[in-house]
C-alpha cells in the first residue's frame, strides 16, 4: 500500500512528500524524515526531526531540525501531525523547538513505521522496569 503523500512549503519551493517514521539508535527516541519519490524510487528529502540525547522527551516527542524550521512547523501545524509546545531543547548554538506528535496520526501516514516506534519504546520501557525490579 502506498503512504498518503503530504505537500511541504518550504524555502525550495512545494514538494510532495511522504513521512518516514523510525526510532533513533540512541535511546530509541521519534525520527521523523521527509522523503519523496514514488513506489521503490524514493529518496530522503529532509529530515523532520534531531537527536538531542540530553534532553528530557517523552514517547511522541521530538525536536525539530533546526534547517528550514519556520517551514516544518507550518507542515506540522497543516497536517495536524502533533501540537508544537513552547519547550526548546539546545545543542551548541542551537535551539531547537518541541513537539508532541500525534501518534494515531502518524499512523495513518507510515503505519508500518509508527507501529515498529512504538514496539521500540515497549521493548524499552520493559527493560527499564526490568531493572528498576532488580535495584
Do not use: W
Request: aromatic fraction near 8%.
Amino acid at each position: 500500500m502506498e503512504k498518503p503523500t503530504l505537500e511541504y512549503d518550504g524555502n525550495l519551493g512545494k514538494e510532495q512528500v511522504q513521512l518516514l517514521v523510525k526510532a533513533y539508535f540512541h535511546e530509541k527516541r521519534l525520527y521523523i524524515g521527509l522523503i519523496k519519490g514514488k513506489g521503490g524510487e524514493t529518496e530522503l528529502f529532509d529530515d523532520l526531526t534531531v537527536n538531542l540525547p540530553n534532553e528530557n522527551l517523552k514517547e511522541g516527542e521530538a525536536f525539530i531540525s533546526d534547517f528550514d524550521c519556520k517551514h516544518k512547523l507550518q507542515f506540522i501545524r497543516k497536517n495536524q501531525l502533533g501540537k508544537v509546545l513552547q519547550e526548546v531543547g539546545h545543542s551548541g548554538f542551537c535551539d531547537y523547538r518541541k513537539v508532541q506528535f500525534d501518534l494515531k496520526r502518524l499512523e495513518e501516514l507510515d503505519p508500518e513505521g509508527t507501529r515498529e516506534y512504538i514496539l521500540e519504546n515497549e521493548k524499552l520501557k520493559g527493560i527499564a522496569n526490568e531493572r528498576v525490579m532488580q535495584d
